[in-house]
C-alpha cells in the first residue's frame, strides 16, 4: 500500500472515498492505465495526479508504481543505474516478447548503440528530409481536398509519419505501411495480453525479413546499413543478429506509433478554436513553439517503464528491489511546480519545460524527425485548409495505455 506518501497530510480530495466517487476508483492505491475511465477523462487524471498524488501503485497484474512529479520523473529517468531499462519498458511484459533495444537496455550496451544511430537522425539530417516531407503533407492533402472533408487521422495522420519515417530513413516500402501501423497499435492496446504478442510478432517477423534482405544487397551506407553493421560491447562482444532485429523493431514503433496522436490533436485543437488557427496564420513565427506546446500538452508517450534495481524511496513512497515503475512523462509536463497555468494550451508560453521526449540516457532519438512531420503538417495544412471545422459526429475517439493514441477524427471545410 501506498498510503505513507500522498495522504500524510489528510487532504480530503485524496480519501479512497473521494477518489471512488470521482474517479471510479482509488487512484493512490489502484490505478489502472488501462483502464477505460482513464481514457475518458486523461487531461482531468493527469492534472489531479501531478498535484495531488506524487507516486501511485497499481495492483493490475504483477503491479507498478507510477511516478508523476516533473522532479522525481527527471530523477528517476536520468538515475539508470537505479532505474533500469533493461527488465522491459512495458507493464506486465507478455511472455516471450523479445526484448527491444536500445530501449531496453542500460548503459553502456544502450551508449555503443546510441551512439551510431543518433548520426541517422540529427536536427541536421532530419532538416534535410523538410522538403519531401512537405511534399507528402500536400501529396495527401491532394486526396481529399475537394472532398471538402477527411477522416484526419486514416487518410494522413497515421500516413506521414511513417511516409517521412519509411521513405526517407529506412528505405522501406510504404505500402506496408498500414498493416505495421496495426500491428504497433493492436500490439500495444489489444485488450487480450497474449494478442498483444501476436502483434508484436507480426511486427518482428516483417522487419527481421526486410533486414535479411538488405544484408544481402550492396551497401547505401543509410541507417538500415549501421545497424547492420553492428556495434561492439564493452566486454568485446559483437551484438547478436537479434539485438539488431530490435533495434529495428524499436526504431519502427518509435516512428509510427506517436508523432500521429501529436497532429491528430494539434489539429483537433485548432479545428475547434479558430482564434488560434488565425494566431498561427498571421504569426506564421509562432508555429515552432506551438508545436513543443502541442508536444507537451498532448503527450502520446503517458508512461514508460524501468525496474527498480535497489530499494529507494520517491517523494515518500518506499519501492522495493524488483518492483516495476513508470515514468509519467504525461503528469510531468503538467507540473504546476514548474510552469504557470500547465491545464492551458499557450503557444506563447516561454521556455517549455516539457518530458514529453523523454529525459535521461532513452531520451528520443526520433524527437528531430517529429518536429519535422510537425512542422510540415501545421504549416502547409493551414496553407492550404486555412478553415476548418470538426463534422457533427465526428469528434475524436481515443485509446490509452502506456500509450495515447487518437483512433478517428472526421473534419470538413
Ligand atoms: C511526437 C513524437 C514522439 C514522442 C512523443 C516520442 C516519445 C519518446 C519518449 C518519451 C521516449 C523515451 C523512452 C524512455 O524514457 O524510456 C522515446 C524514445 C524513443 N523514441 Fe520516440 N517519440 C516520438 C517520435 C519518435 C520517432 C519519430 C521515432 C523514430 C524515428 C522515435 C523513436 C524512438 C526510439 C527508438 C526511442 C528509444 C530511445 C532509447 O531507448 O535510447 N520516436 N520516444
Known amino acids: 500500500m501506498n498510503d505513507g506518501t500522498s495522504r500524510e497530510s489528510i487532504d480530503p480530495e485524496t480519501t479512497p472515498e473521494a477518489l471512488v466517487e470521482r474517479f471510479g476508483r482509488d ?3 489502484d490505478f489502472d492505465l488501462d483502464d477505460p475511465a482513464f481514457n475518458d477523462r486523461f487531461d482531468e487524471t493527469l492534472n489531479f495526479m501531478v498535484r495531488k498524488c506524487p507516486v501511485v501503485h497499481s495492483t493490475v497484474g504483477k503491479g507498478y508504481y507510477l511516478i508523476n512529479t ?52 540529427s536536427p541536421k539530417v532530419c532538416a534535410s528530409y523538410e522538403q519531401a516531407v512537405r511534399d507528402d503533407a500536400n501529396e495527401l492533402i491532394d486526396r481529399f481536398i475537394e472532398r471538402g472533408e477527411c477522416e484526419f487521422i486514416s487518410e494522413f495522420g497515421a500516413l506521414l509519419p ?15 505501411l498500414a498493416m505495421l501501423v496495426n500491428g ?32 544481402t544487397q550492396p551497401s547505401r551506407g543509410d541507417l538500415i546499413d549501421t545497424i547492420l553493421a553492428g556495434v561492439t560491447y564493452d ?3 559483437i551484438a547478436p543478429w537479434e539485438h539488431k532485429v530490435s533495434i529495428l523493431v524499436d526504431l519502427t514503433f518509435g516512428g509510427i506509433a506517436t508523432t500521429t496522436f501529436v497532429m491528430g490533436s494539434a489539429i483537433h485543437h485548432l479545428a475547434t478554436h479558430p482564434d488560434q488557427r488565425q494566431l498561427l496564420i498571421d504569426q506564421p513565427v509562432l508555429v515552432e513553439n506551438a508545436i513543443e506546446e502541442y508536444a507537451r ?21 518506499s519501492i522495493k528491489e524488483g518492483e516495476f515503475v513508470m515514468l509519467a512523462y504525461a503528469c510531468a509536463s503538467r507540473d504546476p511546480r514548474h510552469m504557470d497555468e500547465p491545464e492551458k494550451i499557450d503557444v506563447r508560453r516561454e521556455g517549455i519545460p516539457h518530458s514529453t521526449f ?15 512531420e510537425l512542422t510540415a503538417t501545421l504549416e502547409e495544412w493551414l496553407k492550404r485548409i486555412p478553415e476548418f471545422r470538426v463534422k457533427s459526429g465526428g469528434e475524436p475517439t481515443y485509446v490509452t495505455g502506456f500509450l495515447r493514441s487518437m483512433r478517428s477524427l472526421h473534419l470538413e471545410w
Open 184 to 215: 504497433v497499435e493492436e500490439g500495444t492496446f489489444a485488450p487480450d495480453l497474449d494478442a498483444r504478442a501476436k502483434h508484436f510478432a507480426g511486427v518482428f517477423e516483417y522487419l527481421e525479413t526486410h533486414l535479411k534482405w538488405r544484408s
Open 358 to 372: 523523454g529525459v535521461g540516457p532513452h531520451r528520443c532519438i526520433g524527437s528531430n524527425l517529429a518536429r519535422v
Open 162 to 176: 511513417g511516409w517521412a519515417f519509411f521513405k526517407n530513413v529506412l528505405g522501406l516500402p510504404i505500402d506496408d
Open 70 to 121: 516533473q522532479d522525481d520523473v527527471r530523477a528517476a529517468a536520468q538515475n539508470w543505474q537505479t532505474f533500469s531499462s533493461a527488465k522491459g519498458y512495458m507493464p506486465n511484459r507478455p511472455d516471450g516478447l523479445p526484448y527491444l533495444m536500445p530501449e531496453e537496455s542500460d548503459p553502456p550496451i544502450h551508449t555503443r548503440w546510441r551512439r551510431v544511430l543518433n548520426p541517422h537522425l
Open 235 to 237: 566486454d568485446g562482444t
Open 27 to 29: 487512484l493512490i492505491n
Open 297 to 317: 500538452f498532448f503527450p502520446p508517450v503517458v508512461a514508460l517503464g524501468r525496474t527498480a534495481t535497489s530499494d529507494v524511496e520517491v517523494s515518500g513512497t
